[in-house]
């Protein structure tokens, strides 16, 4: 609305250029002034941990300070880069491998386990001004594949790389940030008690039909606890810059070669200068269905809906009538920040151009 306001009024602005009256000139250019949209930040950031049924009581004290000190930690490394007037691709990069290095997340070290029983990971990565993107899907010993999902960006003439082709390129690339580790270093004893916990769910069932053992362990409220935690992050820098960016585990027991929303573009990741930057979390197949990231994108293009607009219609009604669970956090070309979700929690942090910080869990 206030764009289009604006718009009639440059428009009145550049009839009256011919008229040598200066007055209804200042006049007009202070009408747009006061119109033209407001940066609420010059620049922002926004990080998410995973949502799902984070609830208080679920909690302990410790486990809280825990989540609170790594997701300050993570978002005061992108801030600083910010802060210095980096790139926002920078930042993203730089507050996601704090988070995937952390085994309270389910990204790099700490990763949920396949029904095989091993750690296999997707990230994705995008650049808000030129709209490239990377991403890569199911790798089993790149240490940080954010950092991947990047070099893909630019170091490949490709978007999605996946398995043991994707492994390949991190150790072709033989650069210091891309190391490569043996699939145990991604060992949690946590989350290999929570495969076993669902391989014995699965094993006593009766039921052997899949679709509706699926949907039984998609209802089961603690194998949904755990198998939520992916990490994200979207920026926006000094020059108006916008990236975003997403790294997972995936879900618990994932078979079959098995890829959720994470690495794909539009779905778990997406960024437009002109627009905003999203990072999705939650019930993967929803968020692909769905094609969240970039409906939120394109609501704020197409529909004009400011940020809060968007990320409501997407999560709030789109998604939750799909049936989907999750949310995402989402920045704009403004400053403006959403952090959206449909579940009890989802941790979550924000820092603006003033340093204040939020750092929340629950709803
Ligand atoms: N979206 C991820 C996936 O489906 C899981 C999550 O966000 O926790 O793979």
Redesign the pocket.
């Known amino acids: 609305m206030k764009k289009y306001f604006t718009l009639a009024c440059i428009g009145v602005l550049l009839a009256c250029k011919s008229d040598p009256s200066a007055e209804t000139t200042h006049q007009l250019e202070a009408s747009i002034a006061a119109e033209a949209p407001q940066h609420t930040s010059s620049y922002a950031i926004v990080i998410h941990g ?3 049924t984070i609830k208080k009581e679920n909690m302990t004290p410790a486990l809280e300070a825990q989540y609170e000190q790594k997701l300050t930690e993570s978002i005061q490394a992108g801030h600083k880069i910010l802060a210095q007037g980096g790139s926002a691709m920078d930042a993203v990069e730089a507050s996601i491998r704090i988070m995937e290095d952390s085994p309270l997340f ?1 990204s790099g070290k700490g990763a949920v386990f396949t029904h095989d029983g091993i750690n296999s990971l ?1 990230a994705s990565f995008m650049d808000g001004k030129s709209l490239n993107a990377g991403a890569v899907a199911g790798v089993t010993t790149t240490k940080n594949p954010i950092s991947l999902a990047r070099k893909v960006m630019t170091d490949s003439e490709h978007v999605l790389l996946s398995g043991p082709g994707a492994d390949a390129f991190a150790s072709s690339l033989n650069d210091p940030q891309i190391e490569i580790v043996d699939n145990q270093y991604f060992y949690t004893e946590n989350r290999f008690q929570s495969l076993q916990r669902v391989l014995n769910r699965e094993k006593n069932q009766e039921e052997k039909n899949d679709k509706k053992m699926a949907q039984l362990i998609l209802e089961d409220a603690w194998i949904k606890d755990t ?4 990490v994200g992050c979207v920026a926006l820098d000094k020059n108006g810059n916008i990236a975003a960016g997403t790294s ?1 585990g ?2 618990t027991n994932k078979k079959y070669g098995r890829i ?3 690495p794909i573009i539009g779905s ?1 990741t997406y960024a437009n200068n002109k627009t905003c930057g999203v990072s ?6 929803y ?1 692909i269905r769905g094609q969240v990231a970039y409906d939120i994108s394109a609501m704020m293009e197409y529909s004009h809906m400011s940020l809060k607009e968007a990320t409501d219609a997407v999560i709030q009604q789109k998604l939750t009538q799909l049936g989907g669970t ?1 949310g995402v956090v989402a920045l704009d070309h403004l400053g403006n920040i959403s952090m959206e979700f449909n579940t009890p929690g989802m941790y979550r942090a924000s820092m603006n151009d003033q340093g204040e910080l939020q750092v929340a869990m629950y709803k």
Request: proline share 0%; hydrophobic share 10%; glycine share 38%.
């Open positions: 995973g949502a799902g389910n997707d198998k939520y935690g992916t997972t995936g879900m959720g929303d994470s778990g999705s979390t939650g019930h993967g197949e968020f999750g």
